[in-house]
C-alpha cells in the first residue's frame, strides 16, 4: 500500500510573499522599461511559466525549510534590494532570487538543510547555475546574513499587517536596522 503524504499547510507568508513579489516585478517590468539595468546571473532569457505562487510553494514543499526561514529570505531580498539598485526584482530575476535567497536563509537559519544540488532541482536549475547565484547573491548582501530578534520581529509585524491591509501603493518595505525605531522607508525596488 503507497504511504500516504502527509498534507502540507501552506503558511500564509507564502501568499504575502508571492503577491507581494508579483506586485513588485511587474511594477518593475513597466517601469523600469526603458531604463538601462544591469543584467546579472539572476536574469533568465525569457519569464518563467510558473507563477511566483506556485513557484513559492513548490520551494516550501520541497525543501522543508521552516516558515521562519521564508521571513529571512524575504529580509535578504529586501536587503539584496536596497544594495543593489542596479538589479531590481522583475519577472527575468525574481524565480532565480527566491530560490537563492531561501536556500541561504535555510542554511543560516535551520539546523537542518539540502546541499545546492538539491535546492537547484527544487528551482528547476542546474548545480553550476545554483553555486553562481549563491555566490553573487552573498556578495550582494556584502555577507550580511545575521538577523537579530528586533529586525524579525519588525518584518513578521510588517508581513501581518499587510496580509489584513491590502495596500497596492506599497510595493515594498524596507527598514533601517541602524535606527532602533526601525522606521519604515518606502523603496520600489
Not at 526561514?69 to 529586501?78: K, Q, R
Amino acid at each position: 500500500m503507497a504511504e500516504l503524504e502527509r498534507p502540507h499547510v501552506m503558511p500564509k507568508v507564502i501568499t504575502f510573499l508571492s503577491s507581494m513579489l508579483q506586485r513588485v516585478s511587474e511594477s518593475n517590468d513597466v517601469s523600469r522599461r526603458f531604463e538601462p539595468q544591469k543584467i546579472s546571473v539572476f536574469h533568465g532569457l525569457t519569464r518563467p511559466t510558473i507563477s511566483i505562487q506556485s513557484y513559492l510553494e513548490r520551494i516550501f514543499k520541497y525543501a522543508n525549510c521552516s516558515p521562519s526561514c521564508f521571513v529571512v529570505a524575504y529580509i535578504y531580498l529586501d536587503r539584496f534590494a536596497q544594495k543593489q539598485p542596479s538589479l531590481p526584482i522583475n519577472s527575468f530575476n525574481v524565480h532565480r532570487l527566491l530560490i537563492t535567497s531561501v536556500m541561504v536563509a535555510a542554511k543560516f537559519m535551520d539546523d537542518m538543510y539540502y546541499n545546492n544540488a538539491y535546492y537547484a532541482k527544487v528551482g528547476g536549475i542546474i548545480t553550476t547555475e545554483m553555486n553562481y547565484l549563491e555566490v553573487d547573491f552573498l556578495f550582494g548582501l556584502s555577507f550580511h546574513l545575521n538577523v537579530t530578534p528586533s529586525t524579525f520581529h519588525t518584518y513578521c509585524s510588517y508581513i501581518q499587517r499587510e496580509m489584513y491591509i491590502e495596500s497596492p501603493l506599497k510595493l515594498h518595505c524596507c527598514f533601517n536596522e541602524d535606527d532602533p525605531t526601525h522606521q519604515q522607508q518606502q523603496l520600489a525596488v
